[in-house]
């Protein structure tokens, strides 16, 4: 999948399942049953191409390495005037 999007990119259904199977304990069951719901409405026929990509994006974003990696710089864009 290529898009402008990088969190699109990072999409992928097996990507999903393995990180779904092994954060689920870890997420919590709301994050999982989001995710689940995500899932199965971008997977619907009826759903609306436009939503798909969104949705997939969004997976895409729940997918991301980038996610295991800390904030180093929490404070940065943030400045008192």
Not at 41 to 53: L, M, R
Request: hydrophobic share 40%; no cysteine; glycine share 4%.
């Amino acid at each position: 999948m290529m898009s402008d999007n990088k969190f699109l990119d990072e999409y992928s259904d097996e990507r999903f399942w393995d990180k779904a199977k092994g954060f689920a304990q870890k997420a919590g069951y709301e994050v999982l049953e989001k995710a689940l719901t995500l899932y199965y409405s971008a997977t619907d026929a009826d759903t609306p191409k436009w939503a798909k990509t969104t949705i997939f994006a969004s997976l895409g974003y729940f997918i991301a390495p980038i996610d295991a990696i800390p904030d180093l710089t929490p404070a940065v864009g943030f400045s008192e005037t």
